[in-house]
């Protein structure tokens, strides 16, 4: 109305003061209304207003004013709440990182008092309701944050912690798939979220199923029950506690008995029993000890196995939790080999390695791993799954930064050079574990700027070329890969052994495995642009000629890899540039490959046509050909990258340049 009353067009004007004019009537009608008296329903005052209101412009504009005011003082009296609010919400925010729930919440309460539409105090004190277990009121605050902000992430995934709680399963999983519908971002909350509502519902069902077994008098159930009573018997000897396990790990066989081990307080009998606790932890085990500790590991495997919530209790006992990486890194083998059969059950899925990737502090686990390259047994392989599938985890390889440097790379660099010592089949998986670990940025900038590494996979590949058994070619193969990883970076210390990688590299061209060639002739591609002496060294050994050989044996990865090295080779050496126009008769091998779908090749194609085309000669031999309408097609806009319209441009100019008659 302000707006429409201010406007230029007197219409628009007079619209607004009729409209005010009928707003007053219909006040002045409701006042009245209000005012009737009736008694034994008949209408006493039954005549109705005849004032007619004709509003003067200073009328009107005294209104308006009245309005404004008011709107001024509505925004100083919010902005003066809004203040009193963000102050005991922070009051709040302390008392509740203090532990004072009760405490939160008053303060939370106190900030809705001054300003009843803020979010983020409803969110905040349905925390605290969370943690006094006020699950409802929770979930209430939780639909008045929604009112406040349809879109609040914060509120919905507290109620759906909230649900849970009361075993609200079905209303829990829609609170978090709200979650993934606003921001599909979240899907790892998301899942972590489903996880803990599907774990928690298994455990209730499997608890009420073996409460029945127990009521039934199965007799497996009561054992199980009746063993941790005697396992729970103080100062016995160690040999009692060690066939007391080894009876009950023979007891549990499905889920009830695992059920029932977690009901039974089961997690506790190393809290419990200072005997079994002192022997578990003890750095070095005598022969009893070391019985007992197998034992145990074997009990464990046995609670825990395809049980997501008994993994979760056995990861966060303090002591299971400090002893893992000792128990792995152990020199006792059978305690080793246990210790890497349980962890097996965690990584072999999903859900498993994120309870392990969040429980565990993991910054050692690579490197003592890795030293199990070493073992002749199947302790390397089990180390190796166990590593394959850790790698997964993005949280894994953050923690696997902190020891790269200083305690992985020097072990690393060690089991390359000792190819011939080692489990080959374990160091070829190893060296793939550490290529896929070059997925992350910082992980591979350390390798690649760290010298040992790079001279250990030199003495490595010289070491290897030397034997032709299958096991120190598949190390070879990955490798290769880890070097191709590698060279995504550029730094001094590539530069340096440029021309020592590409001499090794060039030596594999011959080998009868296709996939060392192939992989041979990647690292090629990548490791001469860091070095022109490389280059140089490269083209006199043949480079130009033999990539021409496997251009025309085809295969598009390795001809991708081909043509890359011949454009670094072409870019700045005469050399490389006189032999592929001899190798290559009229360009045939160039012209087929300029016809390629694949882009990149057909790219690299026209560049090291274009730079061929200053030798004497070289444009002439190509006057009975289609290479003008190729290069055309692909300049003219055929092609989608701008680099290979370039590329073709390019070489369509200098082939007009050496040859005028195109």
Known sequence: LLQS????????????????????????????????????????????????????????????????????????????????ANALKEKGNDAF??????????????????????????????????????????????EWALKCNIKCIKAYFLMGKAHLALKHYSESRQCYEKILQIDPQKEGLFKDCMNEVNMEEARMKDEECAMRDVQSGKLTALSVKELLQRLGRPEQNIPYYTGGIQLLTGVVRDRTEQT???TNNGFSILKDNETLRRGFCAERKDAAEVDLCVALLLLWQAVCA???????????????????PRLLSSKVLEIQKESLALISLYTENEKGRRLLVRHQDLTRWLQILMALVGSSDARASSAMNILTDLVQEE??????????????????????????????????????????????????????????????????????????????????????????????????????FAMDISGQCMCLLGEKDGRIVTRAIGVLSRVLPASSSA????????????????????????????????????????????????????????????????????GNAAFCLGQCLAVPGAATSLMDSNVVMLLLKHAGGDATKTSVQENAAIALGKLCIAEPRY
């Open 5 to 84: 009353f201010n406007s230029s067009d007197p219409a628009v004007k007079e619209q607004a003061i009729a409209e005010i004019e009928e707003r007053l009537r219909e006040e002045e009608r409701s006042k009245e209304e209000e005012s009737k008296t009736t008694v034994n329903r008949t209408v006493i005052n039954t005549q109705a207003s005849g004032r007619e209101f004709s509003l003067s412009a200073g009328a009107v504009y005294g209104f308006l004013a009245m309005l404004e005011k008011d709107a001024k003082e509505r925004a100083e009296r919010r902005k003066r709440n809004e203040q009193l």
């Open 97 to 142: 990182r203090k532990g004072d729930y009760v405490g939160a919440m008053e303060r939370y309460t106190e900030g809705l008092e001054k300003l009843k539409d803020k979010q983020e105090l409803y969110t905040n004190r349905a925390q605290a309701y969370l943690k006094m277990q006020e699950y409802e009121k929770a979930i209430g605050d939780c």
């Open 260 to 262: 029932l081990f977690r």
């Open 306 to 324: 395809g049980n997501e919530e008994n993994q979760r209790l056995l990861l966060t006992h303090p002591d299971v939790n400090a002893q893992l």
């Open 395 to 496: 949280r894994f390889k953050a923690q696997c930064r902190v020891l790269l440097s200083t305690g992985v790379l020097p072990l690393f660099a060690q089991l390359l050079i000792s190819v011939k010592q080692v489990n080959q089949a374990a160091l070829a998986r190893c060296i793939g574990i550490m290529g896929s670990l070059c997925a992350d940025p910082v992980i591979r900038a350390q390798m690649a700027a760290c010298r040992e590494c790079w001279q250990a996979c030199l003495k490595f590949m010289d070491e290897c070329s030397d034997v032709s058994a299958p096991k120190y070619q598949e190390c070879l193969v990955a490798a290769l890969g880890l070097m191709m990883n590698l060279l995504l970076e550029s730094n001094v210390i590539i530069q340096e």
């Open 535 to 602: 280059v140089d060294e490269a083209v006199k050994g043949g480079v130009v000629k033999k990539m021409i050989r496997f251009l025309k044996a085809g295969g598009e990865i390795t001809s991708n890899y081909a043509l890359k090295t011949l454009s670094v080779c072409t870019r700045s050496n005469q050399q490389a540039q006189e032999d592929l126009v001899k190798s290559d008769k009229k360009f045939r091998v160039l012209l087929k490959l300029l016809e390629s779908e694949n882009e990149m090749i057909v």
